[in-house]
C-alpha cells in the first residue's frame, strides 16, 4: 500500500481569510511559454498537484496569449472539485497584444476570463506588471475599478504585481488600507537575488498577503536553462548554469535546493512555481516536505551555490516604462 504524502503547509494569505498552500501552482507553463507542453500533461500535473495539497492555482491572460487560462480551466473542472476547495487567481492589463490599464478594458478582461477559465468567479485578481503603467492610473482609476468587480462578487480579492519592488511602496502608500489585499513579486526571493526580504516589514505592516513567484528564476536555476525570452544578462545567465552544473557533478537537485531557499520565510504566504509535468510537481512537493523533515536543507550544498553567485546577487534586469 502507498504511504500517504503529508499535505502541504497552508498559510493565511494577509487579511484575506485565504489559506493558501505554501506550495502555488504557477500555470504559465501550460500557455507554452517555457516550450511545448501536452494538454494531457498539462491536466495530469493540475490534478496531482492538488492530490498533493497545493490549492493555489496563477494564471493570466498574457499567458499563451490566453492558452493558460484556456488549459488550466479545463483541467480544474476535470478534478470536479468543490469550488471552496482551490484558490485561483489571474491577472488584467497586459495582453498578447500589449498593456492597457483602462477600467473599461479591465472591466471587460475579467468576462473573458471566466468564461475561459469555466468559473464565476476568481479569488484574486492582480493588476499585471504595473511598471508597463501609469501608476497614478493604476491607482486612481484601474483599482478602482477592480473594488467594482469586487463588489459585483467576480473576484474576492484584488492584487497588484511586477518586477521592481518600489512599485508596490508606491501604490500601497496612496490607497486606502485594506483596497490591495495582496501583493505578487517574482524574481526576488530566491538563491540569486533575496530582495524581496527587506521589503515583508514594510508589507505586513499594510496587512498584504504576499505571493513570491519564479523560485527557480524563470528558469535559470534548472538544468533545462531558462527561455530563450529571459531577460537576465549574460554574466547574470552564465552564474547561474555554473551553478547548475556544480549541483549536478555532485548528483544534488538545484530545483530542489531552489525550492527549500524560496521557502523558508514564513511571511510568504506561497511560493508559486511554474510546472507542467507530474514529475516536476511531486519533485518541488518533495522539496517542500524535506524541508519539514530532520534533513533539512544541504546547508553545505547552499554555502557553495551561494558562493558562486556571489558576484551577481541580487543582480535584476531592467522591466518598466521609463518614469517607473
Ligand atoms: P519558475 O521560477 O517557477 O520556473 C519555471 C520553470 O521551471 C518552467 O520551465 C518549469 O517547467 C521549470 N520547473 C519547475 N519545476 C521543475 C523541476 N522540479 N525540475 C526542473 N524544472 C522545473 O518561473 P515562472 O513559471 O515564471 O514563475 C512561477 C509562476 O509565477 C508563473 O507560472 C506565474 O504563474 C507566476 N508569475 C507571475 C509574474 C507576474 O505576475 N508578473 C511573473 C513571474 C511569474
Known amino acids: 500500500m502507498a504511504v500517504p504524502q503529508p499535505k502541504l503547509e497552508l498559510r493565511p494569505l494577509g487579511n484575506t481569510g485565504l489559506n493558501v498552500s505554501s506550495v502555488g501552482f504557477g ?11 501536452a494538454e494531457d500533461d498539462a491536466v495530469a500535473a493540475v490534478r496531482r498537484a492538488f492530490q498533493l495539497g497545493i490549492n493555489f ?29 482551490f484558490i485561483v ?33 476568481v479569488d484574486i485578481l492582480h493588476c499585471h506588471d504595473i511598471e508597463f503603467g501609469s501608476l497614478d492610473q493604476i491607482v486612481s482609476e484601474t483599482i478602482p475599478a477592480l473594488q467594482k468587480l469586487k ?30 489585499d495582496v501583493i505578487l513579486s517574482y524574481c526576488h526571493y530566491g538563491i540569486n537575488d ?19 513567484a519564479s523560485p527557480l528564476s524563470m528558469g535559470l536555476l534548472t538544468e533545462q536553462g531558462p527561455p530563450e525570452w529571459h531577460p537576465a ?4 545567465k552564465s552564474a547561474c548554469n555554473a551553478a547548475v552544473a556544480h549541483c549536478k557533478s555532485k548528483g544534488k537537485s538545484i530545483t530542489k535546493l531552489a525550492m527549500q531557499y524560496s521557502l523558508s520565510d514564513k511571511d510568504i504566504s506561497t511560493v508559486l512555481v511554474g510546472m507542467s509535468s507530474v514529475e516536476q510537481v511531486e519533485e518541488n512537493v518533495d522539496a517542500v516536505s524535506e524541508l519539514g523533515s530532520s534533513s533539512g536543507i544541504d546547508q553545505e550544498t547552499l554555502s557553495q551555490v551561494e558562493a558562486i553567485l556571489e558576484p551577481v546577487k541580487n543582480q535584476t534586469w531592467p522591466s518598466g ?3 517607473n
Not at 527587506?198 to 504576499?210: E, N, R, T
Request: charged share 25%.
Open 27 to 37: 500555470a504559465s507553463p501550460l500557455g507554452r511559454v517555457f516550450g511545448p507542453v
Open 57 to 85: 492555482f496563477d494564471t493570466s491572460p498574457y499567458y499563451g496569449g490566453t492558452l493558460s487560462e484556456k488549459v488550466l480551466g479545463k483541467a480544474l473542472k476535470a478534478l470536479g472539485a468543490p469550488r471552496s476547495e
Open 89 to 121: 487567481s489571474t491577472k488584467c492589463g497586459r495582453y498578447k497584444e500589449g498593456f492597457d490599464f483602462s477600467a473599461e478594458r479591465v472591466t471587460r478582461s475579467i468576462e473573458e476570463s471566466l468564461v475561459r477559465l469555466q468559473l464565476d468567479y
Open 151 to 180: 463588489q459585483e462578487g467576480k473576484t474576492r480579492f484584488i492584487g497588484i504585481t511586477g518586477l521592481p519592488l518600489d512599485i508596490f511602496t508606491y501604490v500601497l502608500d496612496r490607497v486606502p488600507p485594506g483596497t490591495v
Open 194 to 212: 533575496s530582495t524581496l526580504k527587506d521589503l515583508l516589514p514594510y508589507l505586513k505592516s499594510k496587512g498584504v498577503g504576499v505571493i513570491s
Open 233 to 236: 544578462s549574460p554574466e547574470l
Open 321 to 323: 516604462i521609463p518614469q
